[in-house]
């Protein structure tokens, strides 16, 4: 008997759409005003689902607040308010698109979770566009 | 040619978390404030997922009105502005938390529905937290 | 140069709607189903709205982050995961209605609020039914 | 790695419900007020789910500007502001309920993707009232 | 002490905006597609606002059991699953824009209402366009 | 007869919020999380309410896809995907909160409507935080 709960949560960035390797018309071409030097942001919404068994003792697959205190930790306090292309590490690099962020999200949390829960995780970049990984 | 077909409903309710062969103290720790012993209640909104082949004559899986008639019977009359822990059977001896309130309604509906679909059932319980559950 | 600012807070409760001064079948009559004496509930969906002048030092019409701890201390702690019936003092004697709710709620934060503030609360009971109270 | 990357659409339309190898009283028996002869209408609202893997020069599954106008001109410009039984060919001699409408999306929007995509396409016909086709 | 309560509807129509007075190529050039002759439609999602003093007998400012009924017998009856410019009696004459739709729903509703209480409708003909008449 | 015609746009934009007349120290404990001098950002989803007499001759108070040009021209043009504080003009020496920006494009979009119609601007920061004014 298998249920997924999920929870939302949220976080505000500013990022721009840029590779280094390309010129900037190549980048322009490609990422049109997403790859303004000057950055623009966006409101982040996130669905984190976990499925698993439910604990007969306490009826939950998980109890929500530990997840709850793993999004905000794990991914809250590392991402909010936060500029992706200079403040956080991973997109030093690599370039922070929403498939991209939903990538990390997904290892962050994985990473906390226990080995017989499942994760996916759903990555709101506008109301419009979304994204979603579950590790696969 | 597999198509979902997905209805929304709703019913509100009052219920409490809480373990019979705990004491207060380790029910509290666990469920926090949803251990309240004076209830407190959310507005559960509901979406019914069926999936089937679409009929030639119809071009329908199934008539929405016959599933609106059974979300209403078997759902929304057996829940909406009750008390879940006093006034619904399966919840006496059972924790009403999100997932056990997801297996009942599924098993619900499951019980009235041709065999040869599938059904899913969502239920947020706020609009934060949100369960699935598809019979696996 | 005046400007509303908005910012929207959610708690969950249990109620029933009851007059003590009817009998059962009066109570039935007007309160229906809402009248149950094991109680239902509601996630209650909250938008507090202070209109003033633009702080020309700010650019706030007032910190939204003292705003936000405002409701928390004077609303969420008071009403959230309560029976409002039974723990909420101002409804021991009055109906807890979505319209007397909504005026306590108006009266709790006025209170808070520097008094060339104006205020306005928005309460939404289900998602289909809300009330708004401007104090006058 | 795969992602799924989502957009929304939207386009209004009006249509009926109706077998013509019926005659009007069985038509009405199953489809209701929807067969009323005049037609109705609805605001459709689309979501397009795209799963590949992601590209690691873009950070792309796709390139959500070119499927903004795969939609635009292979499903909005289609059935925009259109009676559907009247003006679209598929529906001549095909009822369109919701299941037949989200097949045609689906296999229209198929014909311009890369066949290393996978495509899904969630049709709600009203906020109530959805359904999903991921072609199997 | 005045409260506003409020309680959401809907309804599905068919329409076309149309001048008669003017020629095709006017009607194309001021309604553009909403003049397809073919119609196409729309689902209507309403808001109806009543304010007045709270009852302290019921802590209601009307009973919305009474108002749901009002909007389904003088509006969702009259309105749903129609085709305006065909089937409603006042859009013989009268384009259905969403501003005349408004202030007929306004009126059929006023005529029903207490005169102690105050009425506004507010009208979303889509997601992103909606009108609002309060009688002034 | 005055109706108000509403439509909703949205942009995506980054900034910070900083007073340049004070110190770091000041600015942190008065904007928080939003002073980060690499700035963060948001989807900014606008509604632009125009109230005026109905149009006998069209039914409308004004053309909404006139409405959607002035919008596109004065807002979306000039603000979507920009660096609020280093983009444009008036945040040079203005910090662009949520009032400042309502007040912008209040300012903006008045001087392209007529005179006789009334005009209020609505503006989410984010989905939980909003400004609205309307030239008073």
């Not at 982040?44 to 939950?60: H, K, N, Q, R, W």
Request: hydrophobic share 35%; with cysteine.
């Amino acid at each position: 008997m298998k249920v997924t709960v999920n929870r939302k949560a949220h976080f505000n960035a500013a990022h721009r759409l840029y590779n280094p390797a390309w010129n900037d018309e190549q980048n322009f071409t490609v990422f049109g005003k997403c790859s303004n030097p000057h950055y623009h942001g966006h409101n982040y919404e996130l669905i984190v689902s976990v499925a698993g068994e439910v604990d007969p003792e306490t009826g939950f697959v998980m109890n929500l607040d530990l997840l709850r205190k793993i999004i905000e930790e794990e991914i809250e306090d590392y991402l909010d308010h936060k500029n992706l292309n200079i403040e956080v590490e991973e997109f030093k690099n690599l370039n922070p698109t929403a498939e991209n962020i939903v990538v990390l999200i997904w290892n962050k949390i994985r990473n906390k979770l226990a080995s017989n829960l499942d994760l996916k995780v759903t990555l709101y970049e506008t109301p419009r566009n979304f994204v979603e990984y579950s590790g696969q």
